[in-house]
């Protein structure tokens, strides 16, 4: 295990020693700042029947910013190791195949994790101004956090998947980006097609992010999308091994 920290720490050096990592970084707040602005501006002094925490976390500057991040956190992953020959002597430590394809999704996930810290001050920031609540409750925080990071695991992990089957970053984020965009849609479709059974826009449901954010942002606690996203997750990391060890044997 001390072999695969030591993997995980490289990755996560790796991140904060790339400038992409920091436009990524000033990218994605300005967009949330931004986002959370209009949404202060829309709802003040207006009645709604929804808090800023809710209207934060689904609205379409949010989704955008959202959508966009992963390509450019994991495109670099593999491909720049393929391009550059650095995977060669990475191949040939006394490390499993595994562990460099954890080392890498766990540090991919680190830095996603830490793009979201400084919204939390947001949420701080409007309470210490207004003395009002910017949820309906300490749930909805946690509702909305974890729905963040079970659609992040699984978004980075099909980001990992396509840094593995190329040598170009920007190849590999297209790739990424058009699947994660993909899914994402693939929710919305219930949405703008009116004539579908209820069967069916319940199970296009079950896998709309959107849907999902409401709920969990309310505070409705689900373990569907729970089952859902860890187990893709494990589904996209078990093929990103397969090709990784594919191209391994091919070098």
């Known amino acids: 295990m001390r072999k695969f920290y030591t993997l995980l720490s490289r990755e996560v050096r790796s991140y904060f020693y ?3 990592a920091y436009v990524v970084l000033v990218f994605f707040l300005f967009l949330a700042g931004v986002d959370f602005y209009f949404q202060l501006s829309f709802m003040n002094g207006k009645p ?12 379409v500057f949010f989704w955008f910013a959202f959508v966009l991040i992963f390509p450019l956190i994991t495109m670099r992953l593999f491909a720049e190791e393929f391009k550059l020959g650095t995977i060669e002597p990475l191949m040939t430590a006394p490390v499993r195949d595994w562990q460099v394809v954890l ?16 919204t939390l001050l947001y949420f701080w920031i409007f309470q210490l101004v207004t003395h009002q609540p910017a949820a309906n409750s300490m749930g909805a925080y ?13 978004y980075l992990s099909i980001g990992c ?6 040598k170009n ?5 297209i ?13 919305l479709i219930s949405f703008i097609v009116q004539e579908v059974t209820s069967s069916t826009r319940q199970l296009l449901g079950y896998f709309s992010a959107i849907e999902q954010m409401g709920t969990l942002s309310r505070g409705e606690i689900d373990t569907r999308p729970i089952v859902l996203y860890v187990s893709m997750t494990i589904v996209m990391l078990t093929l990103t091994y397969q090709a990784f060890q594919a191209r391994k044997w091919r070098l």
């Open 18 to 20: 790339s400038p992409i």
């Open 48 to 59: 709604v029947g929804y808090s800023v925490q809710e209207a934060f976390f689904n609205s």
């Open 103 to 118: 080392a890498k999704f766990f540090g991919a996930l680190v830095f996603y994790l830490i793009l979201w810290l400084p």
């Open 142 to 154: 946690f509702g909305a956090y974890l729905m963040l990071l079970l659609l992040g695991m699984f």
């Open 161 to 166: 998947l396509a840094s593995t089957l190329t």
């Open 169 to 173: 970053q920007i190849v590999a984020a």
């Open 175 to 187: 790739i990424s980006f058009c699947v994660i965009t993909l899914h994402f849609f693939s929710g």
